[in-house]
């Protein structure tokens, strides 16, 4: 059976076209096994950056096991697991870069939470002296009706003047972490209704406190969403900042060829604020090896 021009053509098309695909899948994975590196040695060889892991990212895997993998990786600390494993994985050699309070939900933009987290505030604080981590994370909470900005400012602000004696006594840094509004697609990849969803809000209360025990807990997955300017503003707030998180943009998945900030760029830029507090890594794994995006993600921020 003759074929057409046309017929000729398109399966020609089509020919080249599964060539490539195949050609593409292949490079992708001669990548990820060439970026991956020995599993059995550790992905960070030059430590300038001081790396941490967001536990809550790799559950269901217990707090001890992701802690041996990161011993092996040669990430320095975690964060974001119970208060309860922090013997275990300080045990280890590990330190714990952060300690969680009140949550990002009910925070001190509502007078009625400002009890509770109070409690929880200086609790965290007497747990980041015992195990040795700089820094309580804090958070403004969500919009309320009947609350406007100007209140919502006073309201934070006054909770957050009640601790800081204590925070300061004790030497521990209260680190407000901005959050994105936009992503609705997943309850931890955005946070619709937070109201501390501008960075330039949340840098405007860490000036009003005046204080080098409240700084600013710079996402920068967050940011990219809600703001962009990355490195700009880096370089502009880093006297202001006090920890960092990261993941992938779109997505909050690795730190991959397929998403869209430039990691290593951000790095040297956060390094050359002279920052040498933690930066944690917070990216909600998508491969089927968890661990091995982890490695991927330690060796991206390896600079």
Same mark, same amino acid.
């Given at each position: 059976m003759s074929l057409s021009r046309r017929n000729l053509l398109a399966a020609g098309g089509a020919a080249l076209a599964t060539v490539?695909?195949?050609q593409t899948v292949s490079h992708a994975e001669d990548v990820a096994k060439e970026t991956a590196g020995d599993a059995s040695s550790p992905a960070i060889t030059k430590g300038r950056i001081h790396q941490s892991v967001m536990g809550w990212c790799f559950k269901p895997m217990p707090s001890i096991e992701l802690a041996k993998h990161c011993k092996a990786i040669g990430i320095e600390a975690i964060e974001g697991i119970p208060a309860s494993d922090y013997p275990a994985v300080t045990k280890l050699g590990l330190k714990i870069s952060l300690v969680g309070s009140h949550g990002f939900q009910a925070g001190p933009l509502d007078p009625e939470n400002h009890a509770m987290n109070e409690a929880k505030l200086r609790e965290a604080i007497d747990t980041a002296v015992e195990f040795g981590a700089p820094s309580v994370i804090t958070f403004t909470g969500m919009r309320k009706a009947g609350i406007d900005d100007r209140q919502a400012t006073k309201n934070c602000l006054d909770l957050w003047k009640r601790v800081l004696p204590y925070a300061e006594a004790n030497q521990i840094t209260l680190v407000l972490e901005?959050?994105? +509004?936009?992503?609705d697609t997943h309850p931890m990849k955005g946070h619709p209704g937070y109201w501390g969803d501008d960075v330039e809000?949340?840098?405007d209360l860490v000036k009003q406190l005046d204080s080098p025990r409240f700084k600013l807990l710079f996402d920068i997955y967050h940011v990219q969403i809600m703001n962009g300017d990355i490195i700009r503003r880096i370089r502009e707030y880093h006297p202001l900042i006090g920890h960092y998180h990261t993941a992938g943009a779109p997505g909050r998945g690795e730190l991959n060829e397929d998403?869209?900030?430039n990691y290593?760029?951000?790095?040297?830029a956060i390094l050359e604020t002279?920052? +040498?507090q933690y930066v944690a890594q917070e990216f909600i794994p998508t491969s089927k090896d968890p661990i091995a995006s982890l490695r991927e993600a330690a060796r991206v921020c390896d600079v």
């Amino acid at each position: 059976m003759s074929l057409s021009r046309r017929n000729l053509l398109a399966a020609g098309g089509a020919a080249l076209a599964t060539v490539a695909t195949r050609q593409t899948v292949s490079h992708a994975e001669d990548v990820a096994k060439e970026t991956a590196g020995d599993a059995s040695s550790p992905a960070i060889t030059k430590g300038r950056i001081h790396q941490s892991v967001m536990g809550w990212c790799f559950k269901p895997m217990p707090s001890i096991e992701l802690a041996k993998h990161c011993k092996a990786i040669g990430i320095e600390a975690i964060e974001g697991i119970p208060a309860s494993d922090y013997p275990a994985v300080t045990k280890l050699g590990l330190k714990i870069s952060l300690v969680g309070s009140h949550g990002f939900q009910a925070g001190p933009l509502d007078p009625e939470n400002h009890a509770m987290n109070e409690a929880k505030l200086r609790e965290a604080i007497d747990t980041a002296v015992e195990f040795g981590a700089p820094s309580v994370i804090t958070f403004t909470g969500m919009r309320k009706a009947g609350i406007d900005d100007r209140q919502a400012t006073k309201n934070c602000l006054d909770l957050w003047k009640r601790v800081l004696p204590y925070a300061e006594a004790n030497q521990i840094t209260l680190v407000l972490e901005h959050l994105n +509004s936009r992503d609705d697609t997943h309850p931890m990849k955005g946070h619709p209704g937070y109201w501390g969803d501008d960075v330039e809000l949340c840098v405007d209360l860490v000036k009003q406190l005046d204080s080098p025990r409240f700084k600013l807990l710079f996402d920068i997955y967050h940011v990219q969403i809600m703001n962009g300017d990355i490195i700009r503003r880096i370089r502009e707030y880093h006297p202001l900042i006090g920890h960092y998180h990261t993941a992938g943009a779109p997505g909050r998945g690795e730190l991959n060829e397929d998403q869209e900030i430039n990691y290593p760029a951000v790095m040297r830029a956060i390094l050359e604020t002279g920052y +040498s507090q933690y930066v944690a890594q917070e990216f909600i794994p998508t491969s089927k090896d968890p661990i091995a995006s982890l490695r991927e993600a330690a060796r991206v921020c390896d600079v």
